[in-house]
């Protein structure tokens, strides 16, 4: 039996589903009435992902350990207990050395991806501060201190881990949808602010008759009475409903053949209720409105049916919900636009906690500019510097080339002022001692007088 396949649906991490397997009860089935293909034994089932973060590295533990024989025997015998008590996880250090290398080989892996998100979270918020039991939370399931070889302390930590997160699983996602409602509320009547009372109207008559085209639908059965049971037998699996058949029913959706009924495969029941009320053509049918709808009656039928809250649904367990009052005389069923998601002082306080993040953002945009209004002048200030760094050395060079005689150089390159004795041929003076005939061979002439001489 493939025990992977119910391992997200339990809070005992699905260590018990062998154990609980080997209680299921074989149905024999009359396959000619069932239309459609027959399920394959041994064929693969894709499973849903859990949700966690560490979904995958679960799986792959469990199917290493699946292969051991050792650890299989001991988990058929083993109670509920003893598997979240954690004694099973010491029988980890007699499984063969094939599968214990392969599991510190999936450590290992684990490990180094979990640094690389925490590096990368780190430096993602280095600037406005970390919180270090976030992401030390992020090692729960496993034991860091270790992080080259699976022990059995690693297994019992992961068996924790994933039955706490399962448990609180569903509690966030009902969270998170009541704080998408309130934020859907909010952005309408933020909305509305920007009209004019004329357009305001309008939209709130808008607003008002997509509500009653959403309400106005066929009745929906409470799920898992006879009458949405039945509905499914007749619509969906193409048999006669005067023929219905509790047994044949369970054998019919337990899809994986594991002698359970998982949350999946119960949540695959309330697909035609659901399309009772929600339609993804229609503007006024939200599909995130409907998967929480299938999420509520997933749960409550848990809570009628799963007598031991393992979070699987047993044949027995079944068959003796079948039995009760409530499964021939059900409750009207409440779908949520009926219902009141939540009041006006939580909108109030949400409301109010969006506006404190809108100013904390905006307190952190500023303080950013801030930080580069300055560091833009720092580097202002440090090319100024820099400019009169470069103009005094300028300066000196030239009153350096002043002192070697060299005169400084003008716009042109051309030299501003001749050094005495150099002038150009054009410009010297002309000296006359006989007109312009040439001096006789011999003659000397005498150097003309300076005109600033002292006299």
């Known amino acids: 039996m493939k025990w992977l396949s119910v391992l997200p649906q339990q809070c005992v991490l699905l260590m018990t589903c062998l154990l609980m397997a080997l209680e299921a009860v074989p149905i024999d089935i009359d396959k000619t009435k069932v239309k459609g293909e027959a399920h ?21 533990v469990i199917d290493v350990l699946e292969t051991d024989k050792h650890f299989r025997e001991k988990l058929q015998t083993a109670d509920i207990e003893e598997i979240k008590s954690g004694k099973l996880s010491r029988e980890l250090d007699l499984v063969s050395h094939h599968v214990r290398t392969r599991l510190d080989e999936l450590k290992r892996q684990e490990v180094a991806r979990l640094r690389m998100l925490i590096k990368a979270k780190i430096d993602s918020v280095q600037d406005t501060g970390i919180d270090h039991q976030a992401l030390l939370k992020q090692f729960e399931h496993l034991n860091h201190q270790n992080p080259d070889t699976f022990e059995p302390k690693d297994l019992d930590m992961l068996i924790k881990a994933a039955t706490s997160d399962l448990e609180n699983y569903d509690k966030t996602r009902h969270e998170e949808f009541k704080k998408y409602e309130m934020m859907k509320e909010h952005e309408r009547r933020e909305y509305l602010k920007t009209l004019d009372e004329e357009k305001r109207q309008r939209e709130e008559s808008k607003f008002e008759e997509m509500k009653k085209k959403h309400g106005d639908h066929p009745k929906v059965h409470h799920p898992g009475s006879k009458d949405q049971l039945k509905e499914v037998w007749e619509e969906a699996d193409g048999l006669d409903p005067n023929e219905f058949d509790p047994k044949t029913f369970f054998k019919l959706h337990d899809v994986n053949n594991d002698g359970f009924l998982d949350e999946q495969e119960l949540e695959a029941l309330f697909t035609k209720e659901l399309e009772k009320v929600y339609d993804p053509k229609n503007e006024e049918d939200d599909m995130v409105e409907m998967e929480e709808e299938r999420l509520r009656m997933r749960e409550h039928v848990m809570n009628e049916v799963d007598v031991n809250k393992d979070r699987l649904v047993t044949l027995e367990e ?22 009141q998601l939540f009041t006006e002082e939580e909108l109030k306080e949400f409301e109010s906690h969006i506006s404190q993040q809108e100013d904390d953002e905006l307190r952190k945009k500023a303080e ?5 209004k300055e560091e833009l002048q720092r580097q202002h200030d440090q090319l100024q510097a820099q400019k009169q760094e470069f103009q005094q050395v300028l300066k000196q060079m030239e009153q350096k080339k002043l002192q070697q005689g060299n005169p400084p150089a003008g716009p042109g390159g051309e030299l501003k002022f001749q050094p005495p004795g150099e002038h150009k041929v054009e410009d010297a003076p002309k000296h006359h001692t006989g007109g312009d005939q040439p001096l006789p061979p011999g003659h000397i002439q005498e150097p003309a007088a300076r005109t600033d001489q002292v006299h």
């Open 368 to 372: 950013d500019l801030q930080k580069q």
């Open 318 to 339: 079944f068959l003796r919900a079948t039995e009760k009052k409530e499964f021939l005389e059900p409750d009207s069923w409440e779908t949520l636009d009926q219902q």
């Open 40 to 60: 394959v034994e041994g064929e693969k089932v894709e499973n849903p992902d859990t949700g966690l973060y560490y979904d995958e590295y679960l799986r792959q």
